[in-house]
Nanobody, 123 residues
Framework: VQLQASGGGLVQPGGSLRVSCEAS????????IGWVRQAPGKEREGVAC????????WYADSVKGRFTISGNNEKNTAYLQMNNLKPEDTAVYYC?????????????????WGQGIQVTVAD
């Protein structure tokens, strides 16, 4: 499994960013894919997950109403649209896959990871 993440960068508070994750070696029609973030000095936190096969989407409470995860099965790519960004959203964001979105509650158990991309929310 290979996960190629892109996007991210620097944005002002209240701004928006979209990050993408292209998967290979796995069919996203039958797997969950999502994002996990880690801020300096903090533990990994599951952010969002989508499982097209089960029709499931999941969000951490801290991002509900602001982040939207979606998938394009033809492109085998997932997207995370992040709106109304806050300084506390600053972190390295990792794309990850697992058979189930439930794993994103305990992201340390996820086995397939992409490279991290930096998202910084600051004036």
């Amino acid at each position: 499994v290979q996960l190629q993440a892109s996007g991210g960068g620097l944005v002002q508070p209240g701004g928006s960013l979209r990050v993408s994750c292209e998967a290979s070696g796995i069919n996203l029609k039958y797997s969950a894919i999502g994002w996990v973030r880690q801020a300096p000095g903090k533990e990994r936190e599951g952010v969002a997950c989508v499982n097209s096969f089960g029709g499931v989407t999941w969000y951490a409470d801290s991002v509900k109403g602001r982040f939207t995860i979606s998938g394009n099965n033809e492109k085998n790519t997932a997207y995370l649209q992040m709106n109304n960004l806050k300084p506390e959203d600053t972190a390295v964001y990792y794309c990850a896959t697992d058979p189930s979105c439930s794993t994103f509650y305990y992201p340390d158990t996820i086995t397939d990871w992409g490279q991290g991309i930096q998202v910084t929310v600051a004036d």
